[in-house]
């Protein structure tokens, strides 16, 4: 079974700095998907960024970027120029076995 | 852009009592998923469907759950007799096929149990 850790339960940040949410994984899978959601407090799941396994190029999506470390079995989220707007939840997911598992998350506050 | 539709959006039942949660699932997607969230915890998952049938689910998901399909377009969760702990936010998401691996998911809909 595969398990997903989040060891950050809640991060500040100064707006328009940047900041980074880490995330490991563990699993015995060779092909597999990560992703990051975003839960505002609205509670919608937003999908921010995703990363297939079998790449070795870091995703990026405007001001989001991972870092994804395959061997360390790592994959953390970047957060550049931070709004206020981000501010939320965030949660690392693994998608394999037909299903994802999602860590327990991260509470960001972005100070303005 | 497609989207999950889930309703209710909040629904507040006594405990013991039947409930249902709909979703409609994006018209040409083939996997169908329920997940849970309490309130302040991680998202978890309950039951897999496709092809009209459990693929997978959870030890949350006991003979008090059961989904189904029955009209072709709506994708439900019963609970049989709600407890005090099912009070929480559930999220239906679907995927399109077995080459997919992105989930859409659905705004929720929570359900407090009194």
């Known amino acids: 079974a595969q398990t997903v850790t989040q060891s950050q339960p809640e991060m500040s940040v100064q707006e328009a700095e940047t900041v980074t949410l880490s995330c490991t994984y563990d699993t015995s899978e060779n092909n597999y998907y990560l992703f990051w959601y975003k839960q505002p407090p609205s509670r919608q799941m937003i999908l921010v960024i995703r990363?297939?396994?079998?790449?070795?190029q870091n995703a990026t999506e405007n001001r989001f970027s991972v870092n994804f470390q395959k061997a360390a079995k790592s994959f953390s989220l970047k957060i550049s120029d931070s709004q206020l707007g981000d501010t939320a939840m965030y949660f690392c997911a693994f998608f394999g076995n037909e299903k994802l598992t999602f860590g327990t998350g991260t509470r960001l506050t972005i100070i303005p | 852009e497609p989207e999950v539709t889930q309703t209710p959006s909040h629904q507040v039942t006594q405990m013991g009592q039947e409930v249902i949660l709909r979703c409609v699932p994006i018209s040409n997607h083939l996997y169908f998923y329920w997940y849970r969230q309490i309130l302040g915890q991680k998202v978890e998952f309950l039951v897999s469907f496709y092809n009209n049938e459990i693929s997978e689910k959870s030890e949350i998901f006991d003979d008090q759950f059961s989904v189904e399909r029955p009209d072709g377009s709506n994708f439900t969760l019963k609970i049989r007799s709600t407890k005090l702990e099912d009070s929480a936010m559930y999220f239906c998401?679907?995927?399109?096929?077995?080459?997919?691996?992105?989930?859409?998911f659905g705004a929720g809909s929570r359900l407090t149990v009194l």
């Open positions: 998401a679907t995927r399109l096929d077995s080459g997919a691996n992105v989930l859409t």
């Open positions: 990363q297939e396994a079998y790449k070795q």
